[in-house]
């Protein structure tokens, strides 16, 4: 089955703790992408990657990290400078990345704060 | 400042009537227009893409796309329980930046 895989599906970080998202796609897409979604809001873009070895920061990249080592697979990296990481973490990616095209949504990952 | 209106409903309808979603867009360059269905805890998966003025028909679904007026609506005909979430409008503006919509919440009433 091809799609978009994210875990772990519940995330709890403490005080000072760094906490990395997976995110892995077998759709062969070239772009990849997270949202962070809080209650009642809409998506917000915190990072994108066209290709390997390149990312841009989105809207809120502020406290998040990510790396683009192989085309499958772009971790977030919630740092312990992101103040208010509780929220529901959304990986997506698209085929060209031209920013017209569907984007598929991987599962989510929910994070809490301890 | 690019931005995506919704109205966060929530919109409540019968089994069997028609649910209408209406979003708002403030870039006039927009080319492109997705309509996204999340049930609660879950992620968004797409519904429709519409790209033309008027209306695309897909099922019970129909996008209807005004450019003129900057607005991109969703009908759902003979709406089912099962169609009760939040729908999302997305809008690119240009290069990788998908704006989207805070959602409306529709709840269907058997």
């Known amino acids: 089955d091809g799609g978009i895989t994210q875990s772990p599906k519940y995330l709890f970080r403490k005080e000072g703790q760094n906490v990395t998202l997976s995110c892995e796609q077998n759709?062969?897409?070239?772009?990849m992408y997270w949202y962070r979604q809080d209650p009642g809001q809409g998506l917000r873009l915190i990072y994108y990657?066209?290709?390997?070895?390149?990312?841009q920061k989105g809207d809120i990249a502020e406290g998040y990290s990510v790396s683009r080592e192989k085309k499958e697979s772009f971790p977030l990296t919630v740092t312990s400078a992101q103040k208010n990481p509780t929220a529901f973490y959304l990986c997506a990616s698209s085929p060209l990345g031209g920013g017209q095209e569907t984007q598929y949504f991987g599962p989510g990952t929910r994070l809490l704060v301890l | 400042q690019k931005e995506v209106e919704q109205n966060s409903g929530p919109l409540s309808v019968p089994e069997g009537a028609i649910a209408s979603l209406n979003c708002t867009y403030s870039d006039r360059g927009s080319q492109s227009f997705f309509w996204y269905r999340q049930y609660s805890g879950k992620s968004p998966e797409l519904i429709m893409s519409i790209y033309s003025n008027g209306d695309k028909e897909d099922g019970r679904f129909t996008a209807q796309l005004n450019k003129a007026s900057q607005y991109v609506s969703l009908l759902i005909r003979d709406s089912q329980p099962s169609d009760s979430a939040t729908y999302l409008c997305a809008v690119p503006f240009g290069g990788f930046k998908t704006i989207f919509g805070a959602g409306t919440r529709l709840f269907v009433k058997a």
């Open positions: 759709l062969n897409h070239d772009a």
């Open positions: 990657s066209q290709i390997v070895n390149d990312f």
